[in-house]
Structures are given as C-alpha cells and as structure tokens.
C-alpha cells in the first residue's frame, strides 16, 4: 500500500499492521470454529484440510496487501468456479470439497469486491441448496460419507459471511487509512506518496502504448515571507485556495499534487502537441496570480515553473521529478513568475551538480579542502588588522572548485554543516598558531552561511570549539550578508543575538549590493561594513561609485562601525580611500590568499619590518 519512500507516518502504518493481524487471526479462528461447529467428525482429515486453507488464506490475503493482482488469478477463479460446481454436483472428494468451501468465498471477494462477490457466492449457494433438494439428502444426515450436506450449506454460508465481513472491513476502515496515508492532510490533495506512485505507473503505460507526458514542478514566489510575517494560518489558507485553483485549472485525467511546503506536482499526461503544456504553465500562473482575500486583506502571490517532459528529459520517477524542479529553480533565477522548460544546457549544469555533490561528500574524508587566509590592513599603519579565513577545494577529478560553485551546492545538500564546522575548527588552529609568531593581536573573520545558523546547536558547537582552543570570543568575527539579515528567520535571529552576547563581532560583506537597511545594523549589533569590491574597482571611473563609496564610509563613522574596503588592487584606489576615511585595505594591493607557509612567513615579515621600524 505504501510506496517506498513515502512519508506514512508510524501512527498509520501500525494501525494498519494491527489491522492486517487482526483480519488474518479472525480467519483462523472462524475457520477453526466452522470446522468444530459443523464437521464434529473425522478432525484428522478434516484439519489437514484446514491447514490447506489457512495457507491458501494467508497467501491471497498477502496478495490483496501486496495488490499483486494478475490475470492468472482471475483465471484460476473461474477454474475454481468450475471445480466446485462438478464437486457439489458430483459429491466429489471430501478433501477437496471442505478445501474449496473454505477459499472460495475469501478468493472471490478477494478478486470480485463485496458486492459481485456476494452476488457469485450467492449463486453457488442456491445451486448446493437446489443439488442436496435434488439428491433428496436428509437434513440431519452426518457429513461422512457425503461431500455436500445441508451442515456443509451451513458451514459455506459462514465463511461467505466471515469473507464479507473482512471485504466490508478493508473497504472501510482499511482504504481510509489508505487514502490518508496518501493525501495531503491540509489541502486534500495527493501526496508525495501518490506522486511517486502513479508516475511509476504512468511511466510503464507509457512505454507501453508510447505515449508522453510531462511534469510540472510548481513554487509559489515569496511564500515564506507570506508566512513568516502572516503567520502559519494565513499561509495555510493561502494553500488551500491556491489548491483549489490548481485542480479546477487542469483536464480530468491530469494529475495535481502537493509534495510539502509550497511546492505542487502536475503531471499532464498523453500530450500530443507541443504548444498544450504552454497553454496550461500561463494559465496556471494566471489563476495563481489573481488575488485572494484572507478576512480583510487581499494577497497576490505568483508561480515559478518547471517543465519535464516524457521520454526525452527522463525515463523514471527520480529523474523526472529532480529535472522539473532544476527547471523550476531556473524560472525562479530569471525573475519569478515565470516558466522554464529543462533543457540541454540545463542538463549538463545539472550533471556537473551531482558530480560536485556526489564528490563534495567524500572531500572532507579524503582532505581536499583547506583554509588560506587573507590579510586586512589599517589603512593608517599599515599594520596587520585582521585575516579572513576562506575555504578552498582541490578535487583528484574535478580539480579546483570555487567556493562561489560549490558551497551554494553543500547549502542545498546539508553538507554544510560539517563542512563550516571543519572550516572554523580549521580556522581556529591556524589562528592560534599564528597569535604565537605574532607580537599583537588581530581579528580572525570567517563567513556564516544561512542554513548554518538555522541550525538550533550551532552557536554551542561553535563556542565549545573557541572555549577548548582558549582564545578569547573578542578576537574572532562572523561574516554574514545583507540579505541574511532581511530574511525574517527567527532561528536565524536568535543565533546572531546568541554571538553578539557571547562577544563575537559581525560584519556585513559586500555591503552596498543587496537591500541595505540601517535598523538592522543596530538591530543586530553588527560592528564592521565591508564595501563590495565592485564599488572599490570602478569608483576611479565613475564618480557614482565614488558617491556610494562616500556615503557608506560616512554612514559608518556616524555609526560607529569599521569600515572595510574589498578588491582594492590600485594605489589609486588606495590613497582614494584613505582621503575618505575607510578604516582597513583587504584585496591584491597588499595580498593575495595566502596558504598557511605563506601567511606564516607574512607574520614574520611584518614583525621584522616593525623591529626595525621601531629601533630606527
């Protein structure tokens, strides 16, 4: 009933192993009180003959939980059929005869469903009641030597009782069971369960009679911040519409599915042109986009599509689902409100994907990664200021991957919670080791990701970390971007609250080239603005650059916040940002990213210019 994978919960699947028990053991039973009740005679062969039919009970009711039905067992029904009416009209063997009574009416309601199983054992009813008026057999006459007596009727009545009965029962009780288990609770919709159940059927029928189809991954635009700010009922009632919108815009024998969250499943089966998914991808976004009132308030949401299509983007259910939602998130990167189809292109992006992925899992085994650190400047001194940690990644296949490729991946993927934690433990080691060599001290910074900060334990683990290295919390500063900060997570703003409070300091990167926003420099506590690098490269050329660059460097003195300029390779640029007052230098100008012999010997380098300084 349930298809791997699924997400039955383990409260539904007991209920229905409990039943499958129970419906298993009330056969036995009755069974056994049929054969006492009516046949008090010859128990030796009676219950070899019960045996017989306990074994053949189990293994179609292990079929009807399987739902392996063939052909073959409606042919051997109708030989079934055939065999025990010659035994009822012949008086045929008494082992055979109590075997069939027995099987046959749990047999037929097996294949036939309560009603026409009725209807059949009915029949075969009124035919052994006509045979024994006919063959003028007394009513209490005993039942050996006679295969068929009126405690045989008896006897087959009770068990085309007990078979109904189970019949009614699985009808019931069993398929709601089964229909939750495979529908969406909130928007009675089909679940993940149900999509991977019928793809893989429409996919064999498909190769079959050689039809297509395709599948379309959909995602509302902005849901999450709908339902953060909104609150969890409004979303939900959002879905339910939005639901209900999706399932009266597509044809009957279409399929709409919720997977979870804000994504929804549509298969659009036997296409035979290819303008048909177009029409449907516009007119779904088209009743997606017309507003919905929730009480006093009118929302507008949008949807972002992807398209695969039957055979030629994919031959089975995982391939299919994981194309469409690659689609989906492109449409997503082309703005929003939109619809893509997977494409060529979009397959090899994909495949060098899951070759990153598939090897980002075994790099941290294997050592491939490691930490160079990069130096920040005073601007005034020209002292070392700070380092920020950065990861780098040199696979034996793939060669050299950068952290702008393969972190977005180990994001996605989950991998970067042990990644970011090696890294900073990684960081750590490497800072200690230079605080020893140096003669004053310095920031080490190192970049947060958003999904590492949702993480509940984080800010523990990463305190446990600094503790048993015992280097003061003061020294060290986390590296977040703008739009972290946007993103209403409370998850996310309680884990930058716990830093701060525990006196790590945080820094906003590439300030200026996402929503800046001044409440949440205090909101957060943060102490250092980086100006993005692009700004520093093209404010020599362009004096709006060099406008921004003024107003970022004012905007944190009036602050009190430490600013900090990226990229700068220039001398230019240099005394430019001097003039202005930007606090530190960080780019090529003074260094590159240095291996760890590398910033060692920089260490050193600054120290003996410093003594000499100093002595001169």
């Given at each position: 009933i349930y298809p791997a994978g699924g997400n039955t919960s383990l409260d539904q699947k007991g209920k229905v192993a409990s039943l499958n028990s129970l419906i298993l053991i009330s056969v036995f039973i009755i069974t056994l009180f049929t054969v006492q009740m009516c046949f008090d005679e010859n128990y030796g062969r009676i219950f070899r003959t019960g045996r017989m039919a306990f074994v053949m009970i189990v293994l179609f009711f292990s079929l009807k939980l399987t739902k392996k039905i063939t052909i073959h067992l409606y042919i051997f029904m109708v030989l079934m059929t055939i065999g025990f009416m010659i035994c009822i009209y012949t008086d045929g063997n008494?082992?055979?005869?109590?075997?069939?009574?027995?099987?046959?009416?749990?047999?037929?309601?097996?294949?036939?469903?309560?009603?026409?199983?009725?209807?059949?054992?009915?029949?075969?009813?009124?035919?052994?009641?006509?045979?024994?008026?006919?063959?003028?057999?007394?009513?209490?006459?005993?039942?050996?030597?006679?295969?068929?007596?009126?405690?045989?009727?008896?006897?087959?009545?009770?068990?085309?009782?007990?078979?109904?009965?189970?019949?009614?029962?699985?009808?019931?009780?069993?398929?709601?069971?089964?229909?939750?288990?495979?529908?969406?609770?909130?928007?009675?919709?089909?679940?993940?369960?149900?999509?991977?159940?019928?793809?893989?059927?429409?996919?064999?029928?498909?190769?079959?009679?050689?039809?297509?189809?395709?599948?379309?991954?959909?995602?509302?635009?902005?849901?999450?911040?709908?339902?953060?700010?909104?609150?969890?009922?409004?979303?939900?009632?959002?879905?339910?519409?939005?639901?209900?919108?999706?399932?009266?815009?597509?044809?009957?024998?279409?399929?709409?599915?919720?997977?979870?969250?804000?994504?929804?499943?549509?298969?659009?089966?036997?296409?035979?042109?290819?303008?048909?998914?177009?029409?449907?991808?516009?007119?779904?976004?088209?009743?997606?986009?017309?507003?919905?009132?929730?009480?006093?308030?009118?929302?507008?949401?949008?949807?972002?599509?992807?398209?695969?299509?039957?055979?030629?983007?994919?031959?089975?259910?995982?391939?299919?689902?994981?194309?469409?939602?690659?689609?989906?998130?492109?449409?997503?990167?082309?703005?929003?409100?939109?619809?893509?189809?997977?494409?060529?292109?979009?397959?090899?992006?994909?495949?060098?994907?899951?070759?990153?992925?598939?090897?980002?899992?075994k790099g941290l085994a294997n050592n491939e990664f490691r930490i160079v650190m990069q130096p920040k400047i005073d601007t005034l001194t020209g002292e070392l200021s700070g380092i920020e940690a950065l990861l780098r990644w040199n696979n034996s296949k793939l060669g050299k991957i950068g952290p702008d490729v393969f972190i977005p991946i180990a994001e996605e993927c989950g991998i970067i919670h042990s990644l970011g934690l090696w890294a900073f433990r990684e960081s750590i080691r490497i800072y200690k080791e230079l605080n020893i060599v140096s003669s004053h001290s310095f920031l080490l910074s190192v970049n947060l990701s958003p999904i590492q900060l949702q993480d509940r334990n984080f800010v523990s683990k990463i305190f446990e970390i600094v503790e048993e290295a015992e280097i003061d919390t003061d020294n060290i500063e986390f590296e977040i971007t703008e739009g972290l900060l946007l993103k209403n997570d409370s998850d996310i703003y309680n884990a930058l609250n716990r830093l701060t409070s525990l006196g790590f300091h945080l820094a906003i990167d590439d300030f200026g080239t996402g929503y800046s926003s001044l409440s949440y420099l205090k909101r957060f506590k943060v102490d250092t603005l980086k100006i993005d690098k692009s700004f520093i490269q093209n404010m020599l050329k362009d004096n709006d650059y060099l406008e921004i660059v003024k107003v970022i460097i004012s905007m944190a003195r009036i602050f009190g916040l430490t600013t900090v300029a990226e990229g700068v390779e220039e001398n230019d640029e240099l005394v430019s940002l001097k003039n202005l007052g930007c606090d530190q230098i960080q780019g090529y100008y003074y260094s590159k990213p240095l291996e760890y012999s590398e910033i060692m010997d920089y260490i050193r380098e600054k120290i003996s210019l410093l003594t000499i300084a100093s002595t001169v």
């Open positions: 008494t082992n055979y005869s109590t075997l069939l009574v027995f099987t046959y009416p749990l047999i037929t309601f097996f294949l036939l469903g309560p009603k026409k199983g009725l209807i059949l054992n009915g029949l075969m009813s009124i035919f052994l009641f006509l045979v024994l008026l006919n063959n003028n057999i007394p009513y209490r006459e005993v039942w050996y030597p006679v295969a068929f007596s009126y405690r045989f009727l008896t006897a087959y009545l009770m068990v085309i009782a007990t078979a109904y009965a189970i019949e009614v029962i699985y009808t019931t009780t069993w398929k709601k069971l089964e229909e939750s288990a495979l529908t969406d609770k909130l928007t009675k919709l089909p679940n993940r369960s149900y999509i991977y159940q019928y793809l893989n059927q429409l996919i064999k029928i498909s190769k079959r009679s050689s039809n297509k189809f395709s599948v379309f991954f959909l995602d509302l635009d902005k849901f999450k911040e709908i339902n953060d700010t909104l609150g969890h009922k409004t979303g939900d009632s959002i879905l339910i519409i939005i639901a209900e919108r999706l399932k009266n815009s597509i044809r009957s024998n279409d399929l709409v599915a919720r997977l979870g969250g804000d994504e929804f499943v549509i298969i659009m089966s036997d296409i035979k042109d290819e303008i048909s998914p177009v029409v449907l991808a516009n007119k779904l976004r088209s009743v997606v986009k017309e507003s919905i009132t929730i009480g006093d308030t009118k929302h507008y949401i949008s949807l972002s599509i992807g398209i695969a299509n039957f055979p030629t983007d994919g031959t089975y259910t995982d391939e299919l689902l994981k194309k469409a939602d690659f689609a989906m998130y492109q449409a997503k990167n082309a703005g929003k409100d939109c619809y893509k189809y997977f494409s060529q292109e979009q397959d090899r992006i994909l495949h060098r994907k899951l070759q990153i992925e598939t090897n980002l899992r």
